[in-house]
Every structure is written in structure tokens, then in C-alpha cells.
Nanobody
């Protein structure tokens, strides 16, 4: 499956952005999906994930209550609505998809997502 992320940009603290991830190539509903991010000089980290059906989601603690992940099967697209953005949210955001077996419905291990998009940059100024 090919993933194309978009929607990043330069915003001020407190603003909102919505990232999109368009999937193509294979059946969208076969894959759990998620978002990772990597800030300059820092390790890549899990941001949010969603199951194939969209019924379960998970978020890292620092974005809970501010970010919402969703997916639209009719459009083969996943979204990340980011509200009340903070400078520490500045990073390149990657959308991911995977169908590897996992005991966890929404795994945070990047190794369980074998497909990665090219990334979209989000910069939040203070």
C-alpha cells in the first residue's frame, strides 16, 4: 500500500491543523494505521493509532485530549486532527499502515507498521 501524507505547515501555538493520509494500492480496510513523528535531534515516537475497523484508537499521553485520529474507508484516507498545538508538537509526521500480527489492537511498535508515507512537516511557533 502506498501512503501520501499532507496537511502540515507552520502555525502558531494554540492553532489547529488536520493531517491527511491517502492510501492506495491495496484494500484500505485490511490495515491498522497510525501516525508517528520525529522532531529534530529526537527519536521517532508513536503519536496515535487506529484499528482496521476504526473502533479502537490509542494516543501518546502528551496528545490525549488534543489530537483525534480517524479514518474514512469510502475515501481510503486517515486523518489526524490536531488542536491546541504546542511548540513541542513540532516534528515531521509520518502516516503508517500495517497488517502484521500483534496481540495489541493498536501497537506502538513502529516495526509492526511495514508501510510508511513520506512525512509532512509541522512547525508550531510560540
Amino acid at each position: 500500500v502506498q501512503l501520501q501524507a499532507s496537511g502540515g505547515g507552520l502555525v502558531q501555538a494554540g492553532d489547529s491543523l488536520r493531517l491527511s493520509c491517502a492510501a492506495s494500492g491495496r484494500t484500505f480496510d485490511n490495515y491498522r494505521m497510525g501516525w508517528f513523528r520525529q522532531a529534530p535531534g529526537k527519536e521517532r515516537e508513536f503519536v496515535a493509532g487506529i484499528t482496521r475497523s476504526g473502533t479502537m484508537t490509542d494516543y501518546r499521553d502528551s496528545v490525549k485530549g488534543r489530537f483525534t485520529i480517524s479514518r474514512d474507508s469510502a475515501k481510503n484516507t486517515m486523518y489526524l486532527q490536531m488542536n491546541t498545538l504546542k511548540p513541542e508538537d513540532t516534528a515531521v509526521y509520518y502516516c503508517v499502515a500495517g497488517d502484521l500480527r500483534s496481540r495489541i489492537s493498536v501497537p506502538r511498535n513502529p516495526g509492526l507498521y511495514q508501510y510508511w508515507g513520506q512525512g509532512t512537516e509541522v512547525t508550531v511557533s510560540s
